[in-house]
């Protein structure tokens, strides 16, 4: 059974940092191109960011380029998203997400992990 | 990037009534178009990609169509289950992969 499992979210003031961390289970990691999408509370969903199998290619939204950097540890199976210069519109859940190559979908889901920035 | 435009934002409907939902793209993203399911609290998951292939576990009354810009979500006969927000998104190509707004539907 396919999981992932995010972590790390959290109350950071802006301008801040905070890592987020997601455990994959279920599935061969290494091979599997992962990203991150998030959703303000009763808002749509935003694509982030996303990284190849081998971690050598990264994609990010212009809302966080410069910002955010995704990487990712093959040998733990855990994807991480690494945020500074955190603003309001930050304050976000944060879905973790594989992308599935063959069918180019998000087939799978983490439960998501609140950041709040607020002083 | 490309944009991604749904209607209508909300839809209220019965159960047993079929109901549409449509995905616009400001510009041909050809097939690369997946609808996503969300209930209240909820991450979430994938109904339909490629435009009109059900993912493995949906039920067959939820089906998908269109190519090129204009593409439609379709509901056979609503059940209490599908009461939920609804988004389109585009992989057409390689990243932003965007999402539409989402359209809400809700029991009437």
């Known amino acids: 059974e396919v999981q992932l499992l995010e972590s790390g979210g959290g109350l950071v003031q802006p301008g801040g940092s905070l890592r987020l961390s997601c455990a994959a289970s279920?599935?061969?990691?290494?091979?599997?191109?992962m990203g991150w999408v998030r959703q303000a509370p009763g808002k749509g969903l935003e694509w982030v960011s996303s990284?190849?199998?081998?971690?050598?290619?990264?994609y990010y939204a212009d809302s966080v380029k410069g910002r955010f950097n995704i990487s990712r540890d093959n040998s733990k199976s855990t994807l991480y998203l690494q945020m500074h210069s955190l603003r309001d519109e930050d304050t976000t859940i944060y879905y973790c997400?594989?992308?599935?190559?063959?069918?180019?979908?998000?087939?799978?889901w983490g439960l998501g992990t609140l950041v709040t920035v607020s002083s | 990037d490309i944009q991604m435009t749904q209607s209508p934002s909300s839809l209220s409907a019965s159960v047993g009534d079929r109901v549409t939902i449509t995905c616009r793209a400001s510009?041909?993203?050809?097939?690369?178009l997946n609808w996503y399911q969300q209930k209240p609290g909820k991450a979430p998951h994938l109904l339909i990609y490629?435009?009109?292939s059900l993912q493995s576990g949906v039920p067959s009354r939820f089906s998908g169509s269109g190519s090129g810009t204009d593409f439609t979500l379709t509901i056979s006969s609503l059940q209490p289950e599908d009461f939920a927000t609804y988004f389109c998104?585009?992989?057409?190509?390689?990243?932003?992969?965007?999402f539409g707004q989402g359209t809400k539907l809700e029991i009437k």
């Open positions: 279920g599935f061969t990691f290494s091979n599997s191109i």
């Open positions: 997400v594989k992308f599935h190559l063959v069918i180019l979908a998000f087939d799978y």
């Open positions: 510009q041909s993203i050809r097939t690369y």
């Open positions: 990284i190849s199998g081998s971690g050598t290619m990264t």
């Open positions: 998104q585009q992989s057409y190509s390689t990243p932003p992969y965007t």
């Open positions: 490629a435009a009109s």
